[in-house]
């Protein structure tokens, strides 16, 4: 049986569809903080437990009989080692035999603050024994798309990469990835540098907005500061802002580069291309 944890999210739920291509659906476990939202994936045989990583005791009945268990990185960034902690206990005594974790690319070496956490929980995970699969996962190129609005409004991207290259790669590839990573054998003890086959800066992404939107973006580089207090002011909650202006500061230095093609051998295919995925957007 396999579980994924997190599996309303946007990447739990992928990975969800991933599996059904394959596994039946009783032998899919949707382990998530709140079952109500998962009832259209119980409507369809998946099996829903509640599972809270900030509530231990909901855990051990999530893993119950399950034999492969995705451990989705929490959402919760600055407390997410506990959180992890308990998962991994948790996986542990209920006798899962791997456990595949969303960690962070070169997250053993990355500057970004944003992998402290990722190189701690692989730390925790290695101390426990557990047979595990790490998926070391690049930036998700939603994450630059999802500014995409504001760029169309003003005629430009900003942040702090100034020309870091970043290989990212859609969520949908590295939902694959993590399918693939809980499917194959001899998966234990493996960690993949899971990036996009297509690098680019911001302002190759800012290009290929102008060329296919037919208006003029640009790349606007700002200081750290300067680029956390844009995040904020759109709402993001300011600790998350600094640690995403941050991380943009470490793909400067290459922290979020990466040409080993890792990604695109586990799921047999390309990763996909940032055209396909900028005309998808601008679709909307």
């Known amino acids: 049986m396999y579980a994924i944890t997190g599996a309303t999210g946007n ?3 992928l990975v969800i569809e991933a599996l059904l291509k394959t596994i039946p659906a009783d032998q899919i476990v949707a382990a998530v903080r709140n079952p109500s939202k998962a009832s259209d994936l119980a409507e369809r045989g998946v099996i829903v437990r509640e599972a809270d990583y900030s509530r ?3 855990l051990g009945p999530a893993f119950a009989g399950v034999d492969k268990l995705l451990l989705i990185s929490s959402t919760e960034v600055s407390g997410r ?23 962070m690319l070169k997250a053993d070496t990355s500057p970004a603050t944003l992998a402290i956490e990722h190189r701690l929980t692989e730390e925790i995970i290695a101390a426990s024994g557990l047979p595990a699969v790490i998926l070391r996962n690049g930036w998700y190129i939603e994450n630059h ?15 702090a ?11 949908q590839d590295y939902a694959d990835a993590a399918a693939v990573a809980l499917t194959a054998d001899e998966q234990a003890g493996r960690t993949y540098e899971l990036a996009g086959d297509q690098a680019f800066t911001v302002a190759d992404l800012a290009a290929e907005v102008s060329r296919q939107s037919g208006k003029t973006i640009v790349y606007n580089d700002l200081p750290e500061a300067a680029f956390t207090d844009v995040l904020a002011n759109f709402g993001l ?8 202006a941050d991380a943009d ?15 695109g051998r586990l799921i047999g295919r390309p990763t996909t291309s940032l055209e396909s995925l900028v005309a998808n957007a601008l679709r909307g």
């Open 237 to 244: 909650p300011v600790d998350l802002a600094a640690l995403i």
């Open 11 to 13: 990447l739990g739920r």
């Open 249 to 263: 500061v470490a793909a400067s230095h290459g922290a979020l580069f990466d040409d080993s093609g890792a990604l």
């Open 56 to 58: 231990p005791d909901t």
């Open 161 to 171: 990469s100034k020309g870091g290259r970043f290989s990212s790669a859609s969520r």
């Open 145 to 159: 798309l999802a500014s995409l609005p504001a760029a169309l409004e003003h005629g430009a991207f900003v942040g």
């Open 81 to 103: 080692l506990p959180r992890h902690r308990a998962v991994i206990e948790a996986a542990k005594r209920a006798g899962v035999s791997l456990l595949a974790y969303t960690s």
